[in-house]
């Protein structure tokens, strides 16, 4: 069971960290190229969200947080 869930915690952790922080990365370049449009050929499109993922300290804290709640539920039942 442990195994089975560090693995599911690693897969979220990278995915957060990784593929979700590049997709908010890509939609930061693709708004500057919307707003040079915008501004040249009066194209109307909205803005893409760019707060995607985490920093990699979001996800480190995250995983002592997570750590820490589980061995406090464990000691306190």
Known sequence: MFALSAIVATIVMYDAA???RAAGR???VLNEI?????AHR???EEKLKELLGHTPVEVIAGAILGILVSILFRYSF
């Open 18 to 20: 990784g593929v979700r």
């Open 26 to 28: 890509q939609a930061a």
């Open 34 to 38: 919307v707003a040079e449009l915008q």
């Open 42 to 44: 009066g194209i109307t």
